[in-house]
């Protein structure tokens, strides 16, 4: 298999800018998590999966929020079915957390031998246009190590949100900057634009909440969903062609499989809620295939149509302050 030859790591990531005492508990946690991913693969795995049955008794309010997620979306499932999902999603949301070391420290040549790939030929049929190539992904589980992944195959960026850590900023994003072409703020719209325009493949996962603000309601599983209009809107600006980017862990946690589906045709149609209807319908489709990786611990119908209940009852008693919080980021420079 042929592997892409990543860059040099970025130099602007000083360790001796983060010594002062309140970043020694991070640095304590960088630590465990860096020697964790010296272990070997299938006991990465087994760990990770025990760190899912301790979150899982442990983490309250997202154990509850889980099972309402399930409950919506799978209500064909009787009690025990929809359980049994619960702890496998806490199990694969524990073994997430093992690949977030594999995904910073994780040597190129164990990672080529964990990974097959399928319909890298439709990435290949778009950027074959002149263009740049918006990948349309979403949070599963496998998420931060799915893109290290598809570095393997092809250079791309990805989009990111600022973590409120200094120190575990300057770590993800010296490790992204590392291992793909680039990364990108969510909030950079001309930036965004202007990488697709420049040619580059960027990766995007459109399925959060972030509030009605530049969202449309539009079904998944069903259910009236806040969608953010921003596939269409970058499609639209930049010509760029949109190709759905999957990743999955394989059932006997020896690897992984990453899935290219052909690029999206008569996109974007014009209509934000058909636009947004057919990219849920899409996550939904590949959800489907393995529920258990989606991260169903966060809030994905927080936000509802005027005049619905919230969906989460008590766990919902913070979102007024969230939800100004992420305006408030919204609207910063």
Known sequence: MNTIEHRKPNEHFRPTAFLHPRYWPTWLGLGALWTLSRLPFGLQMRLGAQLGILMYYLARRRRHITRCNIALCFPELDADAQQMLVRKTFH??????????????????MLARRVEIEGLEHLQQATAQGKGVLLLGAHFTSLEISGRLLSQFHPCAAMYRKHDNPLFEAIIKHSRETHLDRIISRRDMRGMVRALREGTVVWYATDQDFGSRNSVFAPFFGIQTASLVMTSKLARLSGAPVVPFFSQRLDDDSGYKLTLLPALTDFPSGDDIADAARINAVIEQQVRKVP?????????????????????????????????????????P
């Open 92 to 109: 694969s949301a524990g073994i997430s957390l093992m690949e977030t070391g594999l995904a910073w420290w994780g040597k190129d040549k």
């Open 292 to 332: 258990d990786q989606y991260l169903w611990l966060h809030r994905r119908f927080k936000t509802r149509p005027e005049g619905e209940p919230g969906l989460y009852s008590w766990a919902d008693k913070k979102r007024t302050r969230e939800r100004d919080r992420e305006r408030r980021e919204e609207t910063q």
